[in-house]
Structure formats: structure tokens, C-alpha cells
């Protein structure tokens, strides 16, 4: 793929965010007055090689998203191509929407959450440049701290996991565009946590780079502390 291909980014953002407990979705809770959303979108217009937005919304929420997205693009004082579609009633569903309204000319496909709002430009980077050198499917990911086991119905130990060969898994997840539509397209759509899961079903290779830790995603009420936290640091 060449260095000059164009980047289109998906944001899966009809999250109803029910585990923040605030009542709305979660794309457009605000930190220092900065949805989620707005916050997300200016990081990703922070990478030049990104020419088009695709952002999942609830059905009711257009409206509201196209605010969010026009405050981002003044203030980043850049504005590119964007379309809003209708997010569907999991995540996989809201990015299977998302793809119809690819353009002919999105080479390359990343899938970012809106849940994670702090991403460094270096991640999208090392996502697009293992893309550029011929990686059809690329996930950032970083080491897992905690020691991970697994548990039965009765929450006794199972086993312990050689944590060494485990990785934490982020977005955005990096796509050759025809991949990402294929594998949509074919896979049979149950509901994965990740864009990859449905790649690694079809039997195709996906290739890591290095995540960050800045990229933690918002779920419940103490990650939007964190964030707080985060973003007053600043
Ligand atoms: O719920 P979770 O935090 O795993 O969601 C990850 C991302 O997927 C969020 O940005 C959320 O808005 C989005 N999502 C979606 N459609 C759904 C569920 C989640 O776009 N039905």
C-alpha cells in the first residue's frame, strides 16, 4: 500500500454507555466540557493522512453528533469529509453500518472508539505505517500488568495464562479497506468485543505495534475519574 493511500476513520460511537450510568450516550458525556466525541475527533484530525469520518450514532443522536463534530473541526481549524450514520444494537452492527458509507478512494480503514478519547497521534501512526508496508489487518496493543486467569461458573480457578504472551488489545484497528469489507461483509455477525475477532475468524493474519497506555478506554464511572484526572494534568 503506498504512502499516500487515504485514510478513513470509523468511529463506533452509538454506545448507550449504560455502565457510566449518566443517562445518555456515552459518545456525548463531556469532561471540561468536551464530549467524548469532540475530543476523540480531534485527535484523529491531529493525523494528515485521514481524509474521511464515519461516526456511528443512536438513531435519535444525528443531530446532536453533527454539534459534536462541528466544534472539533473549528477547533482543530481543520475540516475534512464526514458522514453520521445509525449506529445499530452492538457495536459490530454500528460498524457493519458504518461501511456503506466508505468511499471509493478510503484505501485504508481504522475503527477507533469514541470511548477512547486520549489516543496519541504515535498509535495512529504506527497503525497506518504497518499498513503502508503491506500488514492487511493491525491492532495496537500493550503489555498485560495483572496475572490473568480463568474461572469457572462457580468462579473457582480454572488456570493461569502465560502472561508474557498476553496483550491488553486497543483501537484503532487498522484494515486494508477491501479486508475490513470482506470480512463483514462474509463473516457470520455475531457480536465480537473487536473489529480483528471477525479477521482472525476468516483465518486472516493480524499483525500488533505497540498501544499506549494513554489510550485506556471509558466504561464505568471511575474510568471517566481517570479521565478527569488525565485531562487536568494537561
Ligand atoms: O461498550 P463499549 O465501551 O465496549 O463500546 C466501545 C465503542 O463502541 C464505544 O465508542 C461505543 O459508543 C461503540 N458502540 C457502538 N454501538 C453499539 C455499542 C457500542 O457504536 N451498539
Redesign the pocket.
Known sequence: MSATANVCVV???????E?LGLNQ???FVSINNWS?LSLTIKRVLEISRVGHLIV???ADSKAEALDHIDRAMRDADRKIAFDVVE?????????KNSLLALDQLDSLVLVH????PFVPKSVFENVIEKLDSGSKVVIPVIPVSDTIKTVDEKSEVLNTLDRSKLRAVQTPQGFAREVLSEIYATADLQPT?DDAGLAELAGIVVTTVEGSVESF???TPFDLEMAQSFMNRK
Not at 11 to 17: D, K, N, Q, V
Not at 89 to 94: F, G, L, N
Not at 113 to 116: P, T, V
Open positions: 468511529i463506533p460511537a452509538a454506545g448507550l454507555g455502565r450516550p456515552k459518545a467524548l456511528a450514532v443512536p449506529g445499530g444494537e452492538t457495536r459490530t452492527e454500528s460498524v472508539d469514541a470511548a477512547r468485543t478506554k471509558i466504561t
